[in-house]
C-alpha cells in the first residue's frame, strides 16, 4: 500500500504479533521501539554472512514463529531479510518498508528473496511474500539523485509492458505519464500514483504468475542485457562506480528495444523516447565494444536461460505488448549491442 503515514498503517499490523524485530538499513533514520539490527548496505553485503548476521540477531531475541519481522530499507536490505524471514525457524512473516524508489517500485513485492552466492547476483534464494508492503514517499526525500533515477529506470521498464488493463488512468497509458515527469526536479506528490501505478502492474503479473513460468517474464524486460551490463560493471568496479541496477535495465531496455523494432516490428518511437531519455539523464553505459564477446557469453550462462547456451529475452510487439522467450542469436545480441555502444 501506498500511504501517508506508516506508523499508522504498521498500527494495525501490530496489534496480531506478539513479539516484533526490526532489521533496518543504516542509512535511514528508523524509531520503532522494538529491537533493531541496522545494517550498512551496500551490494557487497548481500551475502551468507550477512543473513547468518540476521538469523544470529533473531535467536539472540528468542523470536518465535509467531513473530514479525519489519524490513525497512532499499533493495538489498529486503532481500536479505525476506530471505532470513523465509527461513528462520521454517519462515515467519515479514512487513516490507522501502526506502528506496526501485525497491519501492520492484524489490519489495513479488516475493523474491535471496543474497548473491559464489560471485553470481541473487543465486541463492527462496519465493517468499511479505504479509504487506508499505510504501511511503517520504523516505525519498534523502535518496541520492542516482539512487532516484536508477528506481525510474523499472518504472520505464513497467510502463513498456503495461497495457492500461489493470491500471488505466484518466485513459492515459503509464508511459506517456512517466516520460512527462519532471526528473529535473523530481518532486515527489505526482510520483505517488506512478508508484502506485507500477506496483499495481507488478502484483496483478505476479499473481497471474507467481513463480515465473510464463507471464511473469515480461517483467524481466531490459533484463537480459541489463544484467549483464551490471555483472561486468562489477569487473570494473575498482576503476569505476559499480553501474547501478536500474540504469543497468535503461541501457538493456535500449539493447531490447532495438531487437523489438527489428525482430517483431515495433513501432520505433518508444526507442527514439528512450535513448532522450538515456542521454539526457543515465549517460552512456561505461562499456566498450571490445566487451561484446563477454556480455554475450555472460547472457548465454543468465540463470534465466531454459537451455544452455540460448539468450532468451522478453521483447515488445507494441507498448503494453511483451512477447517473452524470444531466442536470440549470438549476432543479433551484438548488432543491439552495437546500437547501444553507438550512441
Ligand atoms: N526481490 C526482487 O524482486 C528484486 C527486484 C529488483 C531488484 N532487487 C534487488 O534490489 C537490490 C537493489 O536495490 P536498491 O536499488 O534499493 O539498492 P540498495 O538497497 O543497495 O540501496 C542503495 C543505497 O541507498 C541507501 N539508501 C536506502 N534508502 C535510503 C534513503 N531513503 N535515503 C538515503 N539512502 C538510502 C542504501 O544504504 C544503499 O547505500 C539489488 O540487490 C537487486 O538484486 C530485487
Not at 527462496?126 to 541520492?144: D, N, R
Not at 513460468?213 to 531490459?222: E, F, I, Q
Request: proline letters at 4%; charged letters at 20%; one cysteine or more.
Amino acid at each position: 500500500m501506498v500511504c501517508q503515514d506508516v506508523h499508522k498503517a504498521l498500527a494495525e499490523w501490530l496489534k496480531r504479533y506478539e513479539q516484533v524485530c526490526v532489521i533496518a538499513d543504516e542509512a535511514v533514520r528508523v524509531d520503532l521501539p522494538y529491537p533493531t539490527l541496522r545494517i550498512k548496505i551496500d551490494e557487497s553485503v548481500k551475502s551468507l554472512e550477512t543473513v547468518t548476521e540476521i538469523w544470529d540477531f533473531l535467536f539472540a531475541q528468542d523470536m518465535t514463529r509467531k513473530g514479525l519481522v519489519i524490513a525497512v530499507g532499499g533493495g538489498v536490505l529486503t532481500d536479505l531479510a525476506g530471505f532470513a524471514a523465509a527461513t528462520y525457524k521454517r519462515g515467519i512473516d515479514y512487513i516490507n518498508i522501502p526506502t528506496t524508489l526501485l525497491a519501492m517500485v520492484d524489490a519489495s513485492s513479488g516475493g523474491k528473496t535471496g543474497f548473491n552466492y559464489h560471485g553470481l547476483k541473487n543465486s541463492i534464494g527462496a519465493f517468499y511474500p511479505p504479509v504487506e508492503t508499505i510504501i511511503s514517499t517520504e523516505w525519498l526525500k534523502t535518496l541520492p539523485a542516482h539512487e532516484f533515477l536508477s528506481g525510474f529506470g523499472e518504472m520505464l521498464k513497467t510502463g513498456l509492458i503495461d497495457n492500461g488493463q489493470w491500471t488505466m488512468d484518466n485513459g492515459e497509458c503509464l508511459w506517456s505519464r512517466l516520460l512527462q515527469y519532471d526528473l529535473d526536479t523530481m518532486p515527489l506528490d505526482t510520483l505517488a500514483p506512478l508508484i502506485e501505478q507500477c506496483v499495481a502492474v507488478k502484483e496483478h503479473i505476479v499473481q497471474a504468475d507467481p513463480r515465473e513460468t510464463g507471464l511473469r517474464k515480461a517483467l524481466n524486460l531490459g533484463h537480459t542485457f541489463g544484467h549483464a551490463l551490471e555483472e561486468i560493471s562489477i569487473q570494473y568496479s575498482e576503476v569505476r562506480n559499480l553501474m547501478p541496477h536500474g540504469y543497468a535495465v535503461v541501457y538493456g531496455l535500449i539493447a531490447e528495444l532495438y531487437l523489438s523494432v527489428v525482430k517483431l516490428g515495433c513501432p520505433k518511437e518508444a526507442l527514439q523516447q528512450l535513448t532522450q531519455l538515456m542521454l539526457h539523464y543515465y549517460g552512456k553505459p561505461q562499456c566498450k565494444c571490445s566487451d561484446r564477446d563477454q556480455l554475450i557469453t555472460l547472457m548465454q550462462h543468465d540463470k534465466k536461460n531454459e537451455r544452455a547456451a540460448e539468450i532468451n529475452c522478453t521483447l515488445i510487439q507494441t507498448i503494453g505488448h511483451p512477447v517473452i522467450n524470444q531466442e536470440i542469436t549470438p549476432e543479433e545480441a551484438s548488432e543491439a549491442l552495437e546500437y547501444l555502444f553507438s550512441l
